[in-house]
């Protein structure tokens, strides 16, 4: 006979022991004062739980409303922070940065476009690489660390990257666009100099981009969201090399809100117990607003909360109220939090910790 069994005989046989004999003539009664007072006992039971399942369901309910935004950030005040140059691969727009942090240095890696085609988005579109040793003031690469080299990224190219570091490997993900479909396609480095593309990660899926992994195994997988481009779908993953996604979208627009036709992943960041998606909004008028989600750590596919406004609007001097944001990089550096973001898909800029951004004025 193990513990348990011992436990629970000798518990039952010492309750028989020290129960008070029962007078067979107020039987009825010795019962009926036995059922109100298991009665009483239950119903004590049932309100003091649901006392403290609304309790729990209040204190939830404030927290998130407390809970968001996260990180006190503002836009850098001489934005943008890289313009389109008179070259060959850049000169109509630079915009979806990705970053990452490698030996004391910012590496933005961003979408650059060329003037091959007419229209906004009818050139080809390549991935650039930038450094800096202070998060604001970049130095470019001469050539692209990302170019097209398969029929599924020509002619529209490689865009729209999100890095991630995981156990001393760099991987990107990005947007092959053939001109007609956006496909999430991956690629690795060690150095973020020399990169080994892995072909499409959902070769029969359709349209597909903005994969943000996040840097750490939730139990025992990888997890990576991405937009189907109008919802947020989840992906998990063994190897990060091969991916596999889950069919019902994590979270989907809302009518008449500021992200009604569009979702797309941004950076996420792990807060304590706390999944964080940034993650961007888009509008009928592909206007782009910057907003966040959270999301069970235990639980990626779980939403627990999200905003009910924008993050935050640009009202820089160099920016307008109607300016499209795009998040896409979020690094802790310098024990502060940089977040890269692009401009009406031309530029890009950055919103710094209000304490970076004080040191930042007094050294002007």
Known sequence: MNAISKRFLYGWRNSIVRSRPVNHENFDQARDNLMNKNSCRTFARALCAGFFCLLAICNSAFSFQIRLPYLSLQPYEDNPILRPRNN??????????????????????????????A??????????????????????AP????????????????????????EGVYYMTYAAFDGHTSRLALASSRDLQHWIK????????????????????????????????????????????????QEAPVMQPRAEMFDNAALVPGPPLILGNELILFYNGISPTRRA???????????????????????WSMSAPNAEESTSLFLAGLVRFQEEYFLYFDMNEEAVGVAVSKNFAAQIRAQK
């Open 88 to 117: 060959d691969w850049e000169t109509k727009a630079v915009c979806q940065p990705a970053a990452i942090v490698k030996d004391s240095t910012v590496y933005l890696f961003y979408r650059a476009e060329d003037n091959s085609g």
């Open 119 to 140: 229209g906004l988005w009818n050139g080809t579109s390549r991935i650039g690489m930038a450094t800096s040793t202070d998060g604001i003031h970049f130095t470019r």
């Open 143 to 166: 050539k692209p660390a990302i170019v097209p080299t398969y029929d599924y990224e020509t002619p529209g190219g490689c865009e729209n990257p999100r890095l991630v570091e995981i």
């Open 198 to 245: 892995h072909g499409l990660i959902f070769p029969e899926a359709g349209w597909t981009s903005a994969g943000a992994i996040v840097p750490q195994r939730i139990n025992g997988r990888f997890v990576m969201y991405f937009s189907d481009r109008q919802n947020l779908r989840l992906a998990y993953s063994e190897n990060l090399l091969q991916w596999r996604a």
């Open 289 to 311: 607003q910057p907003a966040q989600a959270v999301f069970s750590l235990q639980s990626p596919e779980t939403l627990l909360a999200r905003s009910e406004r924008p993050y």
